[in-house]
């Protein structure tokens, strides 16, 4: 205990109300002394908020500092635990904005990095992993690995960089990470549209499809109680925003009895997660068969045109599982729980944010 109080300072250990211990290095120094430790045997880590014993949990909060914000290059250096508000805070006063959407727990830029669950604010990027450029990674040993680099065209080890986000820190403890940022949109805007009929999602979803330079996101939802519907999101050149916008409204019914996006909660009976790979074509079919069951099943679901790969959550993982496989799709995880964690404790945020669904009427 002693070395680790000389390593960290009493301000970096503590205990949790479960008594286990907590490590929050200040400095990268710090981390990569504790790395050394554990290459030795002398001590065990983990990100898990209850790690087996006897590790001790690693948090990276305090390693908060932004370094730069280059904006002619739209990118900016920062350490992992600075918050997504004060990064969002930061950002702002250049007009700027890293187009990342943490899920609700996930106070830090690390929380998203380590466990990659969040959504690019893009429908051509959707993926977090675009908008890491670059890291410091600290391995085991102290081993310190460049990734990555200041712009995509200077990024030797982008790869290494994108294989870290969602690792887990398997791929070493990120000590800085280079993201890559957007001007803020002169305009933005969100749009409820009502569902009435069969191939109305498969509508919403190539219009969408063919406008992901503006379409920050899609999202769909339904319940026995509530029709299904679908909530676009689109950011841009005003004059941009403003033409997509009067399309959808010539195209299909806008719903203005549920105007907000928060009007599309998360259902208490949702307690299974369904992840599954299509090519474009099969996922407008699944995504047309999921919108016209989600009424009855309380089934809901998000599809990432881009990244391939949807999202559904509903209360019976099994029969989400076939009806994603009956319409042509790879389910590639169908359970109660996401990565061995319950639903009820730390899949609930994800859920809600990957896959919107009912609220209570």
């Known amino acids: 205990m002693d070395e680790l109080e000389s390593i960290l ?50 948090t ?26 004060a990064l ?13 959407a943490p899920l609700p727990g996930h106070a830090i830029v690390a929380d998203s990095f380590l466990s990659g669950l969040a959504l690019g604010r893009s429908g051509r990027f ?16 102290g081993l310190r690995i460049p990734a ?44 409820t549209i009502a569902l009435p009929g069969e191939g109305d999602a498969a509508a919403v979803l190539a219009l969408a499809q063919d406008e992901l330079e503006i379409v920050e996101r899609l999202s769909f939802a339904g319940t026995a109680t509530i029709p299904a519907a679908a909530r676009l999101r689109i950011a841009g050149r ?3 925003v403003d033409r997509l916008a009067l399309v959808v409204q010539s195209r299909f019914r806008i719903d203005g009895s549920n105007p907000e996006p928060a009007a599309l909660g998360v259902c208490a009976a949702a307690t299974a997660l369904v992840i599954w790979n299509s ?27 881009q990244q391939r790969r949807g999202f559904a959550t509903g209360a019976d993982p099994d029969s989400l599982a076939a009806l994603v496989k009956a319409a042509g799709g790879d389910p ?29 009427p």
């Open 9 to 58: 300072g009493r301000d970096g250990l503590s205990r949790d109300p479960a008594g286990v211990l907590v490590l929050a290095p200040a400095s990268s120094d710090a981390l990569e002394n504790l790395t050394r430790l554990v290459s030795e045997g002398r001590l065990r880590l983990s990100f898990e908020d209850a790690p087996p014993s006897p590790a001790a949990r690693l």
């Open 60 to 85: 990276l909060r305090r390693l908060d500092r932004v370094f730069d914000i280059d904006a002619d290059n739209l990118t900016a250096l920062v350490e992992p635990g600075v918050t997504h508000a």
């Open 88 to 100: 969002g805070d930061a950002l702002a006063q250049l007009d700027l904005y890293w187009p990342v």
């Open 126 to 141: 959707p993926d977090l992993r675009h908008w890491v450029l670059g890291a410091g990674l600290i391995a085991g040993g």
């Open 148 to 191: 990555g680099g200041g712009t995509i065209k200077n990024s030797a080890g982008y790869d290494l960089t994108r294989a870290g986000a969602g690792a887990g820190g398997m791929t070493g403890i990120p000590a800085t990470l280079r993201l890559r940022l957007k001007p803020q949109p002169a305009a933005r805007r969100g749009v």
């Open 238 to 240: 005003t004059t941009e």
């Open 279 to 305: 090519g474009p074509e099969t996922g407008r079919r699944i995504a047309a068969e999921l919108a016209r069951r989600s009424g009855p099943d309380d089934i809901s679901f998000v599809w990432l045109p």
């Open 332 to 360: 590639i995880t169908a359970d109660s729980g996401f990565g061995g964690l319950p639903i009820s404790d730390r899949l609930a945020p994800a859920v809600r944010t990957l896959a919107p669904t009912c609220r209570a």
